[in-house]
């Protein structure tokens, strides 16, 4: 399949994530999904086959299109997110497939955190495992904004619809209880390209989209005129020259929201209020712009605003602060501790920070905290109080996954070492499920 520039620059761009336990097929789906869609260039299906033929297959392993490391492709597992791009008539797609081992659930919340979408891979033979919930908790968590149910390995159960709508049911029920909306069911087979791309000729009985039209007709996004406005400051613009002799403008990409000339605005953490004067994008004026343009915002006021700084819609900010309790994924070997002093980087803010206290550790398979006094190790999800040197600005992540999220850093080696959300997205998560009926899941 073949797509011009237009065509391309009048698509929206979808990003999702696949997940599932190991040997529930997430690569071969994705090798389906690529080969089946026209997005496999033609050198590549042909290596696909020689290693393929040289295994003593008839049949191309699909699974070799993402499982790109030699340590993935002889054990026949995914170890590192696997991303791929590709692009449809109607869509473009960054796909990000991630691993199904339990030491590998941090590259989930890797290939997760920025997903629209994420697609929780069951076996029809097993249903439900521990990774499937693991993995459904997680999405849960960061906030995806939709969940498909991809059961596959259909034809080793014989296509049988009764199989399907257990495995359905169950998971939905279990959704439910973390508070994801918006799950939609669909029964495949990868190896057999039953519903991914084509609708299945031996599934009669499923009367939906394929999984390709549904990713081609998800909505995607939120509407940027019902978030306020958000600008994290990535550079000062000040030239100095003849041309420009008094511009000052401040450059970033909107993270949220939708910025006006005459807009009231707020500059955090120093509190100073003031206008915007001007915007310029792509090197012209222009009156309106919003969430992920990247842009240089003028003021009317001469204030004192530098990199790090945030530009925020005036009177949607809460007061910026030092203390800070947040949600974390450990991602780093090495334990997190009380006591543990860090940097807290935030949208493009890097300040000093120490670890005041690890309230508990949640057990992701059953949602049950544990005591967090011996740390939290690599996988763990956890929930922390922090003491930072300067205030930061952060929104509930809840509210606002950019501008709540954040990245604890070890100082003496610059890895990174736990994802944050600001508050408790757990707690919101459980609030919401609580006052859902039943009727409102899909």
């Given at each position: 399949m073949t797509t011009t520039t237009e065509q391309l620059g009048a698509t929206t761009l979808l990003r999702f994530a696949t997940a599932g336990s190991v040997d529930d097929g997430k690569s071969t789906l994705v090798g389906r999904l690529l080969h089946d869609s026209k997005s496999v260039l033609t050198d590549q299906l042909e290596a696909v086959e020689r290693v393929s033929a040289s295994r003593g297959q008839d049949t191309p392993d699909l699974a070799l299109l993402t499982d790109g490391l030699r340590a993935e492709r002889e054990q026949g597992i995914t170890i590192d997110v696997a991303y791929r791009y590709f692009a449809t008539a109607r869509r473009r797609f960054i796909l990000a497939d991630t691993p199904g081992h339990v030491q590998y659930t941090r590259n989930m919340v890797t290939g997760a955190s920025t997903a629209d979408l994420a697609v929780v891979l069951v076996d029809a033979r097993n249903g439900m495992v521990e990774q499937t919930r693991r993995h459904t908790a997680v999405a849960a968590l960061l906030r995806v904004p939709h969940v498909v149910l991809a059961v596959n390995k259909m034809d080793l159960v014989g296509y049988e619809e009764s199989v399907f709508a257990a495995i359905a049911e169950e998971f939905t029920s279990y959704a439910a209880t973390l508070g994801v909306r918006n799950v939609v069911a669909i029964p495949l087979s990868a190896l057999a390209g039953d519903n991914v791309v084509e609708h299945s000729p031996t599934m009669d009985w499923y009367g939906g989209r394929t999984l390709l039209e549904h990713l081609e007709s998800v909505p995607v996004g939120s509407d940027p005129r019902q978030e306020p406005a958000r600008l994290p400051v990535q550079y000062v613009i000040r030239?100095?020259?003849?041309?420009?002799?008094d511009y000052r403008?401040?450059?970033?990409?909107?993270?949220?929201?939708?910025?006006?000339?005459?807009?009231?605005?707020t500059v955090l953490p120093s509190g100073h209020t003031t206008a915007v004067a001007a915007i310029d994008a792509l090197g012209t004026q222009t009156d309106v712009a919003w969430a992920s343009q990247s842009v240089t915002v003028r003021l009317t006021d001469d204030v004192d605003v530098s990199r790090g700084d945030l530009?925020?819609?005036?009177?949607?900010?809460?007061?910026?602060?030092?203390d800070i309790e947040a949600s974390v994924c450990h991602l780093n070997e090495r334990p997190l501790h009380v006591g543990a002093r860090v940097l807290l980087k935030h949208t493009t803010r890097t300040v000093r920070a120490v670890?005041?206290?690890?309230?508990?550790?949640?057990?992701?398979?059953?949602?049950?905290?544990?005591?967090?006094?011996?740390?939290?190790?690599?996988?763990?999800?956890?929930h922390v109080v922090l003491r930072t040197a300067e205030p930061l600005a952060l929104d509930p992540y809840a509210d606002n996954r950019r501008t709540g999220?954040?990245?604890?850093?070890?100082?003496?080696?610059?890895?990174?070492?736990?994802a944050g959300m600001a508050d408790d997205p757990f707690e919101t998560v459980r609030r919401a499920a609580e006052a859902t009926t039943e009727e409102d899941w899909v």
């Open positions: 030239p100095q020259t003849a041309e420009h002799l403008g401040y450059a970033g990409q909107i993270a949220s929201g939708v910025l006006r000339v005459g807009d009231a605005v530009i925020a819609a005036g009177g949607t900010a809460g007061a910026p602060t030092k670890v005041e206290d690890i309230s508990y550790r949640i057990d992701i398979s059953t949602l049950e905290r544990r005591p967090g006094t011996e740390g939290l190790q690599v996988n763990d999800i956890g999220s954040f990245l604890l850093i070890d100082p003496a080696d610059g890895t990174t070492l736990a």
